[in-house]
């Protein structure tokens, strides 16, 4: 089953809003809970778009779905950030290389 909701953080910028979306997916990720059919653990993709200029709502939403489809396509559960059209961070690993997520 798959589910799709947006968050919107205002005054978020790239690296933030990286930080945020890979703790959120850290954290499910790290979570198994328990149904009738016994344990079990899910994961997330998460597709991000960072706007600093003035934007259609329109917009930064297709941008932040075409994100999370790369996040899909690329092998699920991980972070795809893109700006504009543009890639922001292709791996958040590289991204976050010196970062501290908590």
Same mark, same amino acid.
């Given at each position: 089953?798959?589910?799709?909701?947006?968050?919107?953080?205002?005054?978020?910028? $790239?690296?933030?809003? /990286? @930080?945020?979306?890979?703790?959120? +997916? =850290?954290?499910? *990720?790290?979570?198994?809970?328990?149904?009738?059919?016994?344990?079990?653990?899910?994961?997330?993709?998460?597709?991000?778009?960072?706007?600093?200029?003035?934007?259609?709502?329109? $917009?930064?939403?297709? /941008? @932040?779905?075409?994100?999370?489809? +790369? =996040?899909?396509? *690329?092998?699920?559960?991980?972070?795809?950030?893109?700006?504009?059209?543009?890639?922001?961070?292709?791996?958040?690993?590289?991204?976050?290389?010196?970062?501290?997520?908590?």
């Amino acid at each position: 089953m798959e589910a799709e909701f947006l968050i919107v953080s205002p005054n978020c910028d $790239s690296c933030t809003g /990286l @930080a945020m979306t890979e703790r959120l +997916r =850290a954290r499910v *990720a790290d979570v198994p809970f328990q149904t009738d059919a016994g344990m079990i653990s899910l994961t997330v993709s998460l597709g991000v778009a960072i706007c600093e200029d003035a934007f259609d709502v329109g $917009s930064l939403i297709h /941008l @932040a779905d075409g994100a999370l489809y +790369r =996040a899909k396509h *690329a092998g699920r559960n991980r972070v795809e950030v893109t700006s504009g059209g543009a890639v922001i961070y292709p791996r958040v690993d590289q991204a976050l290389s010196g970062a501290l997520v908590t």
